[in-house]
């Protein structure tokens, strides 16, 4: 595939193939995952894959990570949603290993004004359907909308210049974008049998048209459909104590 703007079904199907291949954890169906989507296509710079679980099912790292990341924040708990990045691929080396990760490795979505002061992660929620308001009354994530085989598309189609409605930009990260000429960012989301978010973003070099990026959307799954029974008995990590 030379891109993902010029990328047919057939394209699509051998995708779905990949993602499908089994895997002995969700951490390591992740980082495949990520991994399948940044080497599909040359002007892939960066694709990760994130699940939200409770405080309680992260390894020892990550809930360290969590509670360094809000400064030990009174707020956290044991079941307050994190959204956890088990998979990470792309360019750079470091960015083919989730625990060199400095800011995204596991993020306490403690309340939806925390969640608001994140653009990118605040517009992928909206662009799913999911609903966060529910965050500030101890609940979880509504994604009702995402449930079965239904599955939300995320789209950014200028990285450098998107903002949302308070005229923050969604890609926040500008030596980022510009040092990777990171244009059209596209992503997928779909929730497993218990509510639990699954999402997968691909940051690009190249201008995707949205109808081309809603190709993508139903890979997402598949990724729930191969690691369905891993979430169901709480195989999460590769190594309990990464």
């Keep these: 595939m030379n891109s993902f703007q010029s990328c047919e079904w057939a394209d699509i199907e051998a995708l779905r193939a990949k993602v499908q291949t089994p895997c002995a ?48 924040n009174a707020a956290l ?20 290993d989730r625990a060199r990760s400095v800011g995204h490795r596991a ?41 079965g085989s239904k599955n939300g598309a995320f789209y950014v189609e200028e990285a450098g210049r998107t903002e949302d409605a308070r005229g923050q930009r969604v890609i926040p990260n500008r030596e980022f974008v510009d040092a990777y000429g990171v244009r059209t960012v596209f992503g997928m989301g779909g929730a497993y049998f218990d509510g639990a978010l699954t999402v997968a973003i691909v940051f690009t ?10 190709r993508f959307p139903s890979l997402i799954g598949n ?18 104590t990464s």
């Design 223 to 240: 990724f729930k459909i191969s690691t369905g029974a891993l979430m169901r008995e709480r195989r999460i990590y590769q190594h309990r």
């Design 77 to 96: 708990g044991e079941q307050t949603p994190v959204l956890c990045m088990l998979g990470t691929a792309g360019r750079e080396a470091a960015w083919r």
């Design 205 to 214: 070099s190249e201008h995707i048209e949205r109808l081309a990026a809603s």
């Design 107 to 147: 993020i306490p979505l403690l309340g939806a004004r925390f969640v608001e002061n994140i653009p990118m992660i605040a517009k992928l929620l909206a662009d799913l359907d999911v609903g966060f308001s529910g965050l500030d009354e101890g609940k979880i994530l509504d994604t009702r909308t995402l449930t």
């Design 25 to 72: 954890s969700l951490e390591e169906a992740a980082q495949s995952f990520a991994t399948i989507l940044a080497t599909s296509s040359p002007t892939a710079v960066l694709a990760r894959v994130f699940v939200v679980l409770p405080m309680s099912s992260l390894s020892p790292a990550d809930q360290e990570f969590a509670t360094a990341l809000v400064a030990n």
